[in-house]
């Protein structure tokens, strides 16, 4: 019987070398969310630009266990209420974890989704303490920024900056919260202004402030390409005040965005940039985009890090990432180890540094 | 039955399978070409797309430096950066700046009037080296939309225009090739600058600063296609081209090569169903024609086997196809012709018996083996045998050689002999030996054996009688021989009697003995000769040497007396003489010595030396020497004229034996007779 279809069957080898096509290798899919366009859309493409990087050497590397990873992107378009449809999505598309969120207010809304579809999130941005302490999913490899307001009040009471304006993007309520929270019971807060766009911020009304009942200084929470603006308007309007700004406004784009009207701002940050020129992710950024890592380009690599340890220890399994990710306790990051809690919240250094001759210049550890 | 259809059915499927993967090795080359064509052709049609885009685009831009450029009027700058922004709907905004990077005035609308820019590489720049800048593409502080940055340098600052990039994009969206094709512009490091998908900046998930063949391309080149396969496996045809100024901008027009190969789909699927249709109908054709071959070439094998086993008689009809029918003629021809020549090749076979079979000589046909072929009647007649009785080689060995040493003699000779004949080497000489007859008599044989074909062919001469004739001639030759032994010995002692005689007849008178005494000599000379005939194996002839030193001694011993005796130095070969010429050659000696022992020496003559010498010249004649160191012949002696009978019998016997003379005087006396043998 089988001698007779011999033929038959050779044939269809036959046709079957014509028209095959080999099937590619299994891959580990990455969702990677952050916002790639709108008013918030910095620190995310920085991100996007490292994560890249990153995958890339680590798949030139031989990936994990021979498997390659393989970035999911979803843009957010600064719209947080994106954030649970862009979860569902990347389950959908079979995403082993999520590199996410790059804000507080986005990770916040993400989180029930996370909860329900059970994919854990490694977050290198969001600093919010609305986050801290939490038995779920989400992982963040940067410090909750609870502690930068008590450092920043500590040095307005040494310098004697008593009374604050208080100037903070809105659609960032958490993060802005855990700065105004922390401020409160330390200086006073004149006023607080929030915006939702720029072009709202009445720069008269805060020249009248500056008069009456006057302020000594003013705390900025906003991106850095805000609070550099934000600064130029106040130099402009006349209002020349020490400047306070929060982490998120800690890279470049402040001074470049905000000129001589940043010189002297402090800021209290978890990121040494000049320690991490030599770092051989950073090199490879600077020859690839032209221009040195942020913050936003480091911290990624932490959380990347962190979550190829997990897959590693996980042996490639999504299934049993989350219990290895809360059982890494410390981790090499970019700049030196970094300790995690149990709720997958992580301790790393503070800085308080200074913009000086327009480059920011690290005064000490503020931990 | 069943192994016949294995074989034809495998048969067929073979060359259906040759022919199947010839056809697709065809079929895969050819879609080599055409996708090579394909892809040629959509890297033309792209490239010319990406190079017209970023001409356009170097266009947009150089004309909106030089809108910029005008701000360099002092005069111009107040009203200018409104009249610009007027006039060039694509700047969002136009300032210009003093050379601390302050701006000094900006557009209407434009927020940024007093903005210190000293930090923005958009003033730094221009404002450092004189030259036109266009800046990364970037999210303005106040729209928060993709703007990039013109800056030109003009006295005392910089001229600034933003420009919004949703223009780009919007111009890139309307072009009519842009349907099927991805068109993007980036900057120097891949970042997007526009695209006419209009997505938001940055909001693409490749990054062409990522990409290998981004940062591997020629920039020198300014233009250029490649293939790619993205990271999520897709495979696209990009082709880019650079803009001209100080944007450093590239246009990427990307086509997936689903869409530019995508004929190469159909032809695929034709081609495999060509193929399909190939198997389908030609497989059971090849079958069919295989069967029609095989039925006939195993008619024309069967044929041929008969006529390998000698059935040249067999018929062969054929009905198959036209190349194997003459092919079946031709066998059968080749049948009928060998058929012909093996009856021919009996028939000379048959001859060939019947010649050696009625040879007059006795002859033997041998296979290699030994085994006997053929024994002809001459052999039967001389010997007796018939083939019937020795056939076989021990029969042969046995009664032909009943003798076992004398057997195994002639088996070893006979074995050395034909191993010869079989290695080719030239034919050996006859060979003798004894073979018993039938009747139980020896005859002697000389025979000679040749190797032909696988056989060899022995030839008998029956020497028997001859060598009995042989054998009688020699007896008689024997008896002869004694007889003239005898009559020399005879003649000798005759001549002795006479020498004798004159002895006795000579007695007692001194005179008389002196003249008998040389004849007597002469005579013992002759007698010596008859001596030494009768004491030779060879009775014509003698040993010149032994006759010649007889001699010499002889007449020494006659004529030396006392202490006066000559030395003798003799030299003679050995020269075999006949009678006529022996006898002469000895009384010629005789005279010569004769006269040397009686004349030549006083009796105070210190060294007497006499030297006979004889050999053969170069030319064979016998040259005979005679010399001596005495006195020698008188001055006036001349021995042509002389008339003595010693030197008469010299010159007539040297003329007997048609030999020369000739005489040496100084030292004494030499002669030189030279004569044939």
């Not at chain 1, 028209?19 to 990677?32: D, L, N």
């Not at chain 2, 897709?234 to 001209?244: F, G, Y």
Request: glycine share 8%; with cysteine.
């Amino acid at each position: 019987m089988m001698r007779r279809f011999a033929p038959a069957r050779l044939a269809a080898l036959l046709l079957a070398v014509l028209t095959v096509s080999c099937a590619p290798r299994g891959e580990i899919t990455i969702g990677f969310v952050a916002s790639l366009s709108g008013m918030d859309y910095m620190l995310g493409t920085e991100g996007r630009d490292a994560a890249f990087l990153f995958v890339d050497r680590l798949n030139e590397e031989g990936g994990i266990g021979g498997r390659k990873l393989r970035l999911e992107l979803r843009d957010l378009a600064s719209d947080d209420s994106r954030a649970p449809d862009a979860v569902r999505d990347l389950k959908a598309a079979g995403a082993a974890a999520i590199l996410g969120f790059f804000s507080s207010s986005s990770a916040l809304q993400a989180l029930p989704v996370l909860e329900e579809t059970g994919i854990p999130a490694v977050s290198p941005t969001s600093t919010s303490a609305e986050l801290s302490g939490k038995d779920d999913p989400f992982f963040r490899t940067i410090m909750t920024s609870a502690r930068d307001p008590a450092v920043l009040a500590r040095r307005m009471r040494e310098s004697r900056h008593s009374r604050v304006l208080f100037l903070a993007a809105a659609y960032n309520r958490p993060y802005y919260e855990t700065y105004r929270s922390g401020l409160v019971p330390e200086v006073a807060l004149v006023d607080t202004v929030l915006y939702n766009r720029l072009e709202e911020i009445d720069y008269g009304r805060l020249e009248a402030l500056a008069r009456d009942p006057g302020f000594d200084a003013v705390m900025i929470v906003a991106s850095s390409l805000d609070s550099g603006t934000i600064a130029q308007n106040l130099v402009r309007q006349g209002i020349r005040k020490p400047l306070y700004l929060s982490g998120w406004a800690g890279n470049e784009d402040v001074i470049t965005y905000g000129g001589k009207a940043v010189e002297g701002a402090v800021l209290v940050h978890q990121v040494d940039l000049d320690r991490a020129s030599t770092y051989p992710l950073s090199v490879l950024y600077k020859k690839t985009f032209g221009v040195s890592p942020g913050y936003g380009a480091l911290e990624t690599w932490d959380s990347l890090i962190f979550l190829t340890e997990g897959l590693k220890a996980a042996r490639g399994d999504p299934g049993k990432l989350r219990s290895t990710l809360r059982g890494i306790r410390s981790f090499e990051g970019t700049l030196g180890t970094i300790r995690m809690d149990e709720f997958g919240d992580a301790f790393r250094p503070l800085y308080l540094k200074r913009i000086i001759g327009g480059r920011f210049v690290v005064l000490g550890r503020a931990d | 039955m069943r192994e016949r259809f294995r074989v034809t059915s495998f048969l067929g499927t073979l060359f259906s399978v040759i022919v199947l993967s010839s056809l697709s090795i065809m079929g895969v080359s050819l879609e080599r070409f055409v996708r090579a064509d394909l892809t040629r052709h959509a890297e033309e049609s792209n490239g010319l797309l990406a190079a017209s885009v970023a001409h356009e685009i170097s266009a947009f831009l150089d004309l909106h430096f030089m809108g910029l450029s005008l701000l360099r009027s002092r005069d111009f700058r107040p009203k200018g950066v409104d009249l610009l922004h007027e006039a060039y709907p694509a700047f969002d905004t136009v300032l210009f700046t003093d050379s601390s990077g302050r701006v000094s005035r900006a557009s209407m609308g434009s927020g940024d009037a007093g903005f210190d820019f000293s930090f923005r590489e958009y003033f730094r720049i221009p404002f450092e080296t004189g030259a036109d800048f266009v800046s990364r593409p970037f999210v303005s502080g106040i729209r928060y939309t993709p703007s990039a940055v013109l800056a030109h340098p003009i006295p005392d600052g910089v001229a600034i225009g933003y420009i919004d990039l949703g223009f780009l994009g919007d111009f890139l969206s309307s072009l009519p090739s842009s349907q099927n094709r991805s068109i993007s512009v980036v900057d120097d490091r891949g970042a997007f600058v526009a695209h006419n998908s209009n997505l938001p900046l940055s909001g693409r998930e490749d990054i062409a600063g990522l990409e290998p063949w981004f940062r591997e391309r020629d920039i020198q080149a300014g233009s250029g296609s490649t293939l790619v396969t993205r990271r999520e496996g897709s495979e696209e045809l990009l082709s880019w081209a650079s803009t001209s100024g100080p944007s450093g901008w590239t246009v990427i027009v990307s086509e997936p090569s689903a869409r530019v190969f995508a004929s190469l789909l159909a032809f695929r699927i034709s081609l495999v169903l060509v193929l399909v249709a190939y198997a389908v109908l030609s497989l059971p054709l090849i079958l069919g024609s295989v069967r029609l071959v095989r039925r006939d070439l195993a008619a024309l094998a069967r044929f041929s086997q008969d006529i390998a086993e000698g059935r040249t008689e067999a018929v062969l009809t054929f009905k198959g196809f036209r190349d194997f029918s003459l092919l079946a003629s031709n066998l059968v021809r080749m049948g009928r012709a060998i058929g012909e020549r093996e009856t021919r090749l009996r028939e000379n076979e048959r001859r060939l018996l019947e010649t050696l079979d009625f040879m007059p000589v006795p002859v033997i046909l041998l296979a290699r083996d030994q085994r006997m072929e053929l024994m002809n009647r001459a052999f039967s007649s001389v010997f007796g045998w018939a083939r019937e009785d020795i056939d076989t080689a021990e029969k042969w060995w046995s009664s032909v050689y009943p003798d076992p040493r004398y057997r195994e003699e002639v088996r070893t000779f006979w074995q050395e002999y034909i191993d010869r004949l079989g290695r080719g080497e030239r034919t050996e000489a006859p060979f003798r030996g004894r073979l018993r007859c039938k009747d139980g008599s020896c005859r002697s044989v000389v025979g000679q054996a040749a190797l032909i074909a696988e056989g060899f062919v022995v030839t008998y001469v029956d020497m028997t009688e001859s060598e009995q004739a042989a054998e009688r001639t020699a007896a008689s030759l024997r008896e002869k021989e004694i007889l003239l032994k005898e009559i020399h010995h005879r003649v000798k002692n005759n001549l002795q009697v006479v020498t004798s005689l004159l002895s006795l007849q000579a007695s007692g008178d001194p005179e008389q003995v002196r003249l008998f005494s040389d004849s007597i000599n002469r005579i013992q000379v002759m007698a010596g000769i008859h001596e030494l005939l009768y004491r030779s194996r060879d009775l014509a002839h003698i040993d010149l040497a032994e006759y010649g030193e007889t001699i010499v001694h002889w007449l020494a011993s006659t004529y030396s007396v006392g202490s006066s005796a000559p030395e003798l130095e003799l030299r003679m070969d050995r020269i075999e003489l006949d009678i006529d010429k022996a006898v002469p050659c000895g009384l010629i000696m005789n005279e010569i010595l004769t006269n040397t022992l009686k004349y030549a020496f006083p009796p105070d003559h210190p060294a007497p030396r006499i030297r006979v010498r004889a050999a053969r010249d170069t030319e064979g004649f016998v040259v005979l020497e005679l010399s001596d160191n005495g006195t020698g012949l008188p001055p006036d002696f001349d021995p042509e004229r002389s008339s003595t009978l010693g030197f008469l019998l010299i010159r007539s016997l040297c003329q007997q034996i048609r030999g020369s003379w000739s005489l040496d005087r100084s030292g004494g006396t030499g002669w030189t007779i030279r004569f044939p043998v």
